[in-house]
């Protein structure tokens, strides 16, 4: 009788998350699978067309996926340069930045700089980013700067080349998400017990070794998370594509994120949009899994 | 707690009878809201309009600005929170929204229309009243048109290079090829804002092919993208711009990344990239906003796009916004009378900021500031009148696969039929 009460007082504890998350989650990801099956404009697809939009996204959408031509190319294509490059700049530089500037005079100032374009909305970070890139050398810094340096340079577009535009994407969106993956490995860094590195330096080994040996291993928790969530945060990305080329030139620098809102907004197909998401949500599902398991192994540590 | 409740339940009260006595004398003059692209000065000039309005009737409204209004409005129409009026940029979408049946018909010949065929027939003609007609209804109201056959020089650099305006293709390419024998880059393209391109090649197309085709063309996809006429536009357009690197500011990909107010502004600015550049008539308020201290009609000056076959002269090739109604009330009908008469007209026409071009035929053209009076002429004179192609076709064709086709062009014009089959291919399940 009292355990009874005590489930049905568990369930009542959890039943508003439970009704917010199937009216926020579960019904609009089950809406999106049902609108993905339908073709037709509009928010109120007509006709059932069953896998067919999934068929021509993979292939006979030249913009999402193209294997006719060597290198494949498309926004799927594109948003793998994006996991492999924007996941591991940030981690990367992250790390680097947090690990060097420990303990240095100016820490509080140097991490400050790399933690600015968090602040700053991503949608103004581009519109920098776009300044900064821009042909023009009276107005973007970067041809400025090499044409300061190399006297004989010719100002490069670097949105406006097809074969460029995504490498300066990718690297705003480094400079925008470094920040947080500084910050987050800076604390871990800190909180690593300076005994353990006293032991290690003790027992001779150099700065390199203790940083492979030691502290890189006790880093892999934190790394991991960053890792995960920059992943997720470059299979999702669409606002520094939409301001800062809307997917241009000649849709080069489409990724998927972007690909299903201009499908669904921009060319008003809301099914084969849909679709779009759907095939988003297959590589974001698995992540999100083992992201909120690890939160919770932590928390169950402590 | 017990206390803090007998101080709340009074003002909850209070409270509630404030706003039912309110909603209540809302309801005896409902607010008409309405949505449109406009901000800033465009946003001023219609204001002027709906205060004019409200004064005379008494009506109050309600104006949203979104630069995404599109975007806007359909996710509100699908949540059943539409505007009263809403100006809708695409005649197509008028007519998605009117087969789906979210707008009402302005006019079905009935006797107690919105819009009474008589004021209809007396204010605008029949070019405009079929733009806004779906399936033998009325239901989108051109509210404000602009002719994109408006081709911007600055008289100062043509008279030093002892030319005249071009009249003819021919004579635009000899006027490029005298540009670069004089040391400059004749042409800037906002390439980056792929309907720049679309205009480019829907001024073309409709000039060589005429408006039947060029119709064929965009709305109901009768003639392919492969068709003669397409690859014969193709390569008149191709003539403009090649040798890339010696006709445009920044070459390929500096005209690839250049947007539609960047491009003009090339042209304009004291160390100028280019000296031709094509874009609509309202080009003149951001030439007016970047570059305050030029005179418009002296320092920059349109001529009309050049003709290509004699047959067809110069098309005029058209924007504009259409009013469409979502809900009735005797409010919002006194509204959409007002934005179809003269006098609500005459007031846009001739406001300070922002005045636009009426396609109102009662408006007279001496309420027009230089160059829009200039503009408004072409669109009152012009022969023939088409509205912009990429906006009569499905958005996935006009709004994203054209733009694509095109930029490939100006990256790559030997290919041009690999641009147009894939364009063709997305055209073909899109109709």
Redesign the interface.
């Known amino acids: 009788m009292k355990e009874r009460g005590a489930q049905l007082r568990a369930w009542l504890f959890v039943l508003p998350a439970l009704v917010l998350l199937a009216a926020y989650l579960v019904y609009p990801t089950l809406q999106t699978l049902r609108t993905s099956l339908f073709g037709g404009?509009?928010?109120?697809p007509t006709h059932f067309v069953g896998f067919r939009n999934y068929l021509?996204l993979l292939t006979?959408d030249?913009?999402f996926l193209r294997v006719t031509r060597w290198p494949p190319s498309g926004a799927l294509v594109n948003n793998i340069l994006w996991l492999i490059l924007f996941s591991g700049g940030t981690l990367v530089f992250g790390l680097l930045i947090a690990v060097l500037a420990h303990g240095v005079r100016f820490e509080s100032v140097v991490k400050s700089a790399v933690f600015l374009p968090m602040v700053i909305s991503a949608t103004a970070a581009a519109v920098i980013a776009r300044f900064l890139?821009?042909?023009?050398a009276s107005i973007g810094l970067l041809n400025a700067i090499l044409k300061a340096l190399i006297p004989r340079f010719a100002?490069?577009?670097?949105?406006?080349?097809?074969e460029v535009v995504n490498y300066a994407l990718i690297s705003t969106g480094v400079w925008i998400w470094t920040g947080l993956s500084m910050t987050v490995l800076s604390a871990a860094y800190k909180s690593i017990d300076t005994q353990i590195l006293e032991a290690a330096r003790v027992d001779g080994a150099g700065p390199w070794k203790t940083f492979w040996r030691i502290s890189l291993p006790m880093l892999v928790q934190p790394i991991s998370f960053v890792a995960i969530t920059m992943i997720i945060n470059s299979l999702k990305m669409i606002d520094l594509v939409l301001v800062m080329?809307?997917g241009?030139?000649?849709?080069s620098s489409r990724v998927i994120g972007f690909t299903f809102y201009?499908?669904v907004?921009?060319?008003?197909?809301v099914g084969y949009g849909s679709a779009v998401a759907i095939l988003m949500l297959i590589p974001l599902a698995p992540l999100m899994v083992v992201q909120v398991r690890r939160i919770r192994r932590q928390e169950g540590g402590k | 707690m017990r206390r803090m409740m007998f101080v709340f339940l009074p003002l909850l009260v209070a409270g509630f009878l404030v706003t039912t006595g309110s909603g209540q004398a809302a309801a005896q003059s409902k607010t008409v809201s309405i949505l449109a692209t406009w901000g800033g000065d465009e946003e001023a000039g219609f204001r002027a309009v709906l205060d004019a309005f409200s004064k005379q009737s008494g009506v109050k409204y309600s104006y949203e600005g979104n630069r995404d209004s599109t975007v806007v409005l359909k996710s509100r129409v699908a949540a059943n929170n539409a505007p009263d009026i809403a100006f809708v940029p695409r005649p197509g979408e008028v007519a998605a929204y009117a087969r789906e049946g979210s707008i009402l018909p302005l006019n079905q010949g009935a006797a107690n229309d919105i819009l009474p065929t008589s004021l209809l027939n007396a204010n605008y003609s029949k070019a405009w009243i079929d733009l806004g007609t779906v399936d033998g209804k009325f239901y989108g109201l051109i509210a404000k048109a602009n002719s994109k056959s408006t081709f911007w020089y600055k008289p100062a650099s043509l008279r030093a290079l002892g030319a005249k305006t071009p009249d003819t293709w021919d004579d635009l390419i000899s006027l490029e090829d005298k540009y670069i024998a004089a040391g400059k880059t004749p042409l800037s393209i906002g390439a980056q804002d792929g309907w720049t391109l679309t205009d480019w090649f829907e001024n073309i197309y409709v000039r060589m092919a005429g408006p039947d085709m060029y119709m064929k063309l965009h709305v109901t996809h009768e003639v392919k993208w492969t068709d003669p006429s397409v690859v014969a536009a193709i390569q008149k357009f191709i003539e403009v711009f090649t040798p890339q690197d010696k006709k445009l500011a920044g070459g390929v990909s500096g005209t690839l990344s250049t947007g539609f107010i960047d491009g003009f502004s090339l042209i304009l600015r004291p160390d100028p990239a280019a000296e031709l550049y094509y874009e609509g008539g309202f080009m003149s308020s951001f030439a007016k906003q970047n570059f305050p201290k030029l005179a418009a009609g002296k320092d920059y000056d349109f001529f009309e796009f050049p003709s290509i076959d004699p047959q067809y002269g110069k098309p005029v090739v058209g924007g504009g916004d259409l009013a469409v109604e979502f809900a009735s009330s005797p409010e919002v009908t006194k509204l959409m009378r007002w934005l179809a008469g003269k006098q609500g007209n005459t007031i846009w026409a001739s406001a300070k900021k922002g005045a636009v071009v009426s396609p109102n035929k009662q408006v007279s053209l001496s309420v027009y500031p230089v160059l829009t009076a200039k503009e408004a002429k072409q669109l009152t004179q012009a022969a023939i009148f088409v509205f912009d192609g990429s906006d009569l076709a499905p958005a996935a064709v006009g709004g994203d696969a054209e733009f694509v086709a095109f930029q490939n062009i100006i990256k790559d014009p030997d290919n041009y039929m690999d641009a147009l089959n894939t364009l063709e291919e997305v055209a073909a399940r899109s109709y």
Do not use: K, R
């Not at chain 1, 100002?155 to 097809?162: F, H, I, M, N």
């Open positions: 404009t509009g928010f109120n021509q006979h030249s913009l890139f821009s042909p023009d100002p490069v577009a670097w949105l406006g080349t097809s080329t809307a241009g030139p000649a849709g201009w499908e907004f921009n060319n008003n197909l």
